[in-house]
């Protein structure tokens, strides 16, 4: 028998901990993992079962997180549910993809079959959806036992492989919307929605505590309003995705399904707030960052948390020799040879090296700088006559990486480069990186990397290399999503970030606009 914990994989549902917790109160241990995490590496904790979490996305997009089927063939038993449902039909062959009728909240449903997973199921009762995708038809092999109007499949089972799945919550979502119940029909009651801006969400943010309520897709406010025990008069039926309460100034903003951002005056108690916060476990937060950056003490509606040592600067010198490689290989990269004429400047501590075309400064201590002097590079992507539109940008994004490993090599460094954002004017692109330590990027105040091509040719580049030290202190990251709801759509990703700070890099949680990766 299995000696590991319940796996709740975290395809960022709003109630992943919420499941965890109710798997821990029946006396159970879980663990709540990231969906990014390798099955092997699920598979060795030897868990006894694994619940697949619900989540915002849509299974059939592009980039959409899944998880490796090799999970349904170990012989755990697997439970889906909402999103993980759908990834679960999605990976074994069911057929998934926009639902005819979207169902949010309460939802009459059907048992065809009180068996199995639902055995003891009354044929008819109200469960609680919230869905615009459904699962048209199962995987083979799998039975259905319940469907509502909006979901010809809304439970499956294939009790062989020992794989389970459901589209509405089986944990108590009721408990996470009665915790909150207070503060949102307090929030939710009112009228005069006005056009917002970003930059007003991001104030409201910084101004204090803050709560957000997001669907997995759109649902007219009039309706949430009601299940919420709210009053809201809105002529429009607008669609919406995301409420945010921000008590530090009094004001709920609503993000529509289309990207709109609206704004009204709301006011909610002090002891509704409190309250709220501790019915549902949640710890306050902030969160750092630059331009982009929110900064909101926030309810925690999921708890996962990150523990990342703490980074100190380390010594790079890229002028003495380096074990396995050295300078050489870096010169090479941008077309130079061990005996290319050089002078040095600042006494010794940078080297220029000159050719026909471009010049090459390197800084002892990692700051790496190229610029071609005309048209005639020395480093060229690609052949003009062969190569254009997407295969240029592939074979520029080549070009850049192999100058990177080549820098990274020569300074000896820990990190690797990781492409944040592509720029691309007329017959100019600019390919920027950041850095990363353990797959966490490290800001510094500056881009780590900058390439900048004309057609084929690369005109300049600069690097700023950097080693880091752990210094044996650790910093707990707590969650940000709450502080994605000033974001439309995927103009913000959610990352962990080193920041510099008293001569350290400290992790933190923040938000950045227009991530490329």
């Known amino acids: 028998m299995a000696k590991g914990p319940v796996l709740v994989v975290d395809f960022g549902a709003q109630y992943a901990q919420l499941i965890a917790r109710r798997v821990r109160e029946a006396n159970v ?29 849509s299974v059939f997009e592009p980039g959409a997180p899944t998880i490796d089927p090799k999970v349904f063939d170990a012989g755990v038993p697997v439970l ?86 459901v589209q509405y919550n089986l944990t108590d979502i009721d408990a996470g919307i009665t915790a909150t119940r207070s503060l949102w029909s307090q929030a939710l009651t009112g009228e005069g929605l006005r056009p917002a801006d970003e930059s007003e969400l991001c104030t409201a943010l910084r101004s204090g505590s ?39 100034v009094q004001r709920l903003f609503v993000r529509m399904a289309d990207g709109r951002l609206y704004a009204a005056d709301a006011a909610v108690s002090q002891n509704a707030l409190e309250e709220a916060q501790k019915n549902f476990r949640g710890l306050s937060c902030s969160f750092a960052g630059d ?49 290319t004429d050089f002078y040095n400047e600042q006494d010794g501590t940078v080297r220029v090296f000159l050719d026909d075309t471009s010049t090459l400064r390197l800084n002892a201590s990692g700051l790496v700088q190229y610029a071609s002097t005309d048209g005639s590079a020395t480093v060229s992507a690609y052949d003009e006559s062969d190569i254009t539109d997407a295969a240029a940008l592939d074979a520029q994004l080549d070009c850049a990486r192999l100058i990177l490993d080549a820098a990274q090599r020569a300074g000896d460094t820990d990190t690797h480069a990781s492409l944040y954002a592509v720029e691309r004017s007329g017959e100019q692109t600019t390919l920027i990186f950041l850095q990363m330590y353990s797959g966490v990027p490290v800001l510094g105040d500056a ?56 001569g350290q890099y400290v992790p933190s949680r923040f938000y950045l606009k227009n991530a490329a990766e």
Not at 29 to 34: A, R
Not at 293 to 301: D, G, I, N, R, S
Not at 310 to 328: C, D, M, R, W, Y
Request: include cysteine; hydrophobic fraction near 40%.
């Open 29 to 57: 241990y879980s663990e709540l993992v990231p969906h990014s995490m390798p099955a092997d590496e699920m598979l060795a904790k030897d868990p006894k079962a694994i619940i697949l979490s619900g989540g915002p996305a």
């Open 80 to 165: 889906g549910i909402c999103y993980g449902f759908q990834v679960m039909a999605h990976e074994l062959g069911g057929d998934v993809d926009k639902a005819a009728l979207g169902e949010y909240g309460k939802t009459d449903t059907v048992i065809d079959h009180a068996e199995g997973l639902l055995a003891g199921s009354p044929a008819e009762q109200n469960t609680w959806m919230s869905h615009g995708v459904a699962v048209k038809k199962a995987p083979e092999g799998f039975e259905v036992l319940a469907h509502t109007e909006g979901a010809p499949v809304a439970a499956m089972q294939d009790p062989s492989r020992k794989l389970y799945g």
């Open 210 to 248: 803050c709560a957000l309520l997001r669907y997995h897709g759109a649902i007219p406010m009039q309706s949430i309003a009601g299940w919420l025990g709210g009053s809201w008069k809105d002529n429009d039926r607008l669609q919406v995705e995301t409420l945010v309460y921000a008590a530090g």
């Open 291 to 339: 331009a982009y950056a929110v900064y909101p003490e926030t309810l925690l509606f999921d708890s996962e948390a990150l523990s990342l040592p703490v980074l100190k600067p380390a010594q790079i010198n890229l002028f003495a020799a380096q074990s396995g490689t050295g300078l050489e290989d870096l010169l090479g990269a941008f077309g130079y040879t061990a005996y």
């Open 447 to 502: 881009d780590f990397a900058t390439f900048v091509f004309d057609g084929s040719a690369l005109r300049t580049a600069t690097i700023r290399l950097q080693k880091f030290q752990p210094t044996g202190g650790k910093r707990t990251v707590m969650p940000a999503k709450q502080a994605a709801a000033g974001a439309s759509g995927a103009e913000r990703g959610l990352m962990a970030a080193y920041r510099a700070q008293d």
